[in-house]
């Protein structure tokens, strides 16, 4: 079933309508802001204020605004501008710096725009010609952001950088052909390559890298139906943008930057609806490669910043991509053009099997059986970015766990090499073609709100006790909790080595143990950003270099690596918002939580990738009085009636 976003009373935390796109747009052409050459990179909505929105109230009126950046593609000018759409109004505009304020993200008929310009550069075709390749048809001129590294002549250039890959014909895969040695830097205003960098030709691996079913038979012939069915339908409920689920009730959200985004996340309890989250979003992903050599080492794509997720979405498909009984959501961007477009089935919402939830036999008993099935909820989506897919996976628990998974697969980006010649930065997958060292680090924004707006985050560590009096066999440890107190120590590292986590809790609301309710943060931690202290990359991204940020909640505080990423010299975003001085106890809070894995290729990732798995867990600590799933139905046990099979 497809669910649509209009079927209940409008709220500020809605995803933007078509209507509402259109309105923006007409706004800024009646005030003379929108000519034939101006593109639209963004068009977002502008959230309310986390205490508006959760004052509000159905049938309560309130004013809907929209954010927007614009850029004139004939001279590179860009402006934002703020919109409210209720009362068409143009509330704010103001020009844009590329030199302060960084680049507006990509748009996607740059994409072409790119291969254009590179294709038709003399340097660039006299390098492929003593390549041996003059029929550049089928070569992929890849559009690739450029970053960032102080060089004087591309600052106010809206720039590319671009890499060369062959393919043998158009349904080929262009990673297994990769052009060594030649990097493409454009220009997208002037429309010109303003440098070519070329190290030398190396051979162009030959061998194909072809994954579809026709290239790798024959199918096996082993494998029988396995079905997912609920003959009564599944146990949630989808009313437009807000979702029901047990004792979970959140809304829905869409945007052309973060893709899926969950808002006012609560639990009922009895006879309560408590919040856990205000919002909850993927903020930003940054992929910074190893590779040293003067073609590669530019290479940290920003896949949010730059790129955007909800842009770069797919149309999900039944039975591939979701399995079972299914909700879709459709979503409603912008395109180039400031136009709504309609995403078919962006959003997957399901139900799945989780397990054993909980079990005991009393040996005290007659070895009496009690146990309960675990299924949770699953809101995903997946987004296309280049060579890699993503699939964004957030989990609710009927024990009131909130859990979220990033699921990388598609294909390695791959450099060419002499075959037989090793590298310490990369891994040969086939004869002449290396998959670079790299690294996803995913950046998940957590607007905290457990059982209100009030927080504290403490990092808690498990410590060994010493041996002595107290502790005669030296088997004793406890736990550590230290207060991230002020902004100026809000950066932290994980380490597994102490078990460490961070609670969240609220000292205004307290357990029936007399304690502070609290949810706790666990990471799968994995390296921060490896590239060096001071380099361009740890300037741009931040964000990587810690586990976690912690930051005072601020309307305008929207990602990790600033408003414009692309092209930005670096400190904008947590780095910026977490100097000294900003006291973090007991109030509203954001959390920034960096995550994920250190890719080293393996021959077995070749020529297509194996979903790779990373991601976090907010489990409720003394957020609930006892085990919240007590009132689950009987699946077992003694005179249970229920559906275990022997």
Sequence with gaps: MTASAATTTPHPLDPLTADEIDTARAVLEAEGLVSDATRFPLVLPDEPDRHAALAHRDGDAFTRRVRVTLLDSATGRAAEALVDVTSRLLLAHRDLDPAADGQPPLLFEEYETCDEIVKADPAWRAAMAE??????????????????????????????????????????????????????????????????IDTGAVPTPAQCGRYEAEFNGPARTDLRPLEIGQPEGPSFTLEGPVLSWQNWRLRLDFNAREGLVLHRITHRDGDRDRLVLHRASIAEMAVPYA??????????????????????????????????????????????????????????????????????????????????????????????LGNYDYGFYWYLHQDGTIAFEAKATGLVQTSAAVPGESSPHATEIAPGLLAPYHQHLFCARLDVAVDGPANTVEELDVVRLP????????????????????????????????????????????????????????????????????????????????????????????????????????????????????????????LWHSFGPTHLPRLEDWPVMPVDTCGFTLRPTGFFDRNPTLDLPRESGRGSGGHCHL
């Design 291 to 384: 590779e040293p050599d003067a073609a590669r080492n530019w290479v940290c794509y920003l896949d949010a910043g730059e790129y955007l997720l909800g842009r770069n979405a797919n149309a999900l498909r039944l039975g591939c991509d979701c399995l079972g009984e299914i909700a879709y959501v459709d979503a409603v961007l912008a395109d180039d053009l400031g136009r709504p477009e309609t995403l078919s089935n962006a959003i997957c919402v399901h139900e799945e099997d989780a397990g054993l939830l909980w079990k005991h036999t009393n040996i005290f008993d007659n070895f009496a059986v009690d146990s309960r099935r675990s299924r949770r909820l699953v809101i995903s989506y997946i987004a296309t």
């Design 131 to 196: 390549r041996g390749v003059t029929d550049t048809s089928l070569v992929i001129a890849a559009p690739l952001a450029a970053g960032n590294f102080g060089i004087a002549s591309e600052t106010g250039r809206r720039m590319l950088r671009s890499l060369t890959f062959l393919r043998c014909d158009e349904s080929d895969n262009p990673f297994a052909h990769p052009v060594g040695g030649l990097v493409a830097e454009v220009d997208l205003i002037e429309r010109r390559v303003v440098r070519l």
């Design 467 to 590: 041996m002595g009096p107290d502790n005669p066999n030296g088997n004793a440890f406890t736990t550590r909790a230290t207060a991230v107190a002020d902004s100026g120590d809000a950066g932290r590292v994980a380490d597994p080595a102490a078990g460490r986590r961070w609670r969240i809790s609220n000292p205004g609301s307290l357990n029936r143990m007399g304690r502070p309710v609290a949810y706790t943060l666990l990471p799968d931690a994995g390296p921060t950003l490896l590239a060096q202290p001071g380099s361009p990359v740890a300037e741009r991204v931040t964000y990587a270099t810690k586990h976690l940020w912690v930051t005072r909640y601020r309307p305008e505080r929207h990602y990790p690596d600033g408003d414009y990423p692309n092209q930005h010299r670096g400190g904008a975003g947590v780095g910026q918002w977490s100097r000294p001085g900003e006291a973090l106890e007991d109030t509203d809070l954001t």
